[in-house]
């Protein structure tokens, strides 16, 4: 069974920077498509960032709206993931989710694209 257990979110003022972790168990992490959304308060989930291997080199995504502030990356032989966010705004506040896909297909870009889903942490950015 798989679990994914997200860590280090809290309360950071605007510019600061803040990491994220995941911690996955019950399956092979390193070959799977790993990818970060945040859900704000009355809005939808929304992506973040993906980290995906594919024929030996990794590829990283992400949402227009972090690009060149937030980093994904992974250590496999610590199976986690982690999210490095600096330059924090505002709009950043939200739950943050980490998932997994074993088998993706298409874009990492959408949450159905994910077959298993942390718990989130919250994130919460003062102005």
């Known amino acids: 069974q798989v679990q994914l257990v997200e860590s280090g979110g809290g309360l950071v003022q605007a510019g600061d920077s803040l990491r994220l972790s995941c911690a996955a168990s019950?399956?092979?992490?390193?070959?799977?498509?790993m990818g970060w959304f945040r859900q704000a308060p009355g809005k939808e989930r929304e992506f973040a960032a993906a980290?995906?291997?594919?024929?030996?080199?990794?590829?990283?995504y992400y949402a227009d709206s972090v690009k060149g502030r937030f980093t994904i990356s992974r250590d496999n032989d610590k199976s986690t993931l982690y999210l490095q966010m600096s330059s924090l705004k505002p709009e950043d506040t939200a739950v943050y989710y980490c998932?997994?896909?074993?088998?993706?297909?298409?874009?990492?870009?959408?949450?159905?694209?994910?077959?298993?889903w942390g718990q989130g942490t919250q994130v919460t950015v003062s102005s």
């Open positions: 998932a997994m896909s074993p088998r993706l297909l298409g874009t990492p870009r959408v949450a159905p694209a994910y077959d298993y």
């Open positions: 019950g399956r092979t992490f390193s070959t799977y498509t």
């Open positions: 980290i995906r291997r594919s024929g030996g080199s990794t590829s990283t």
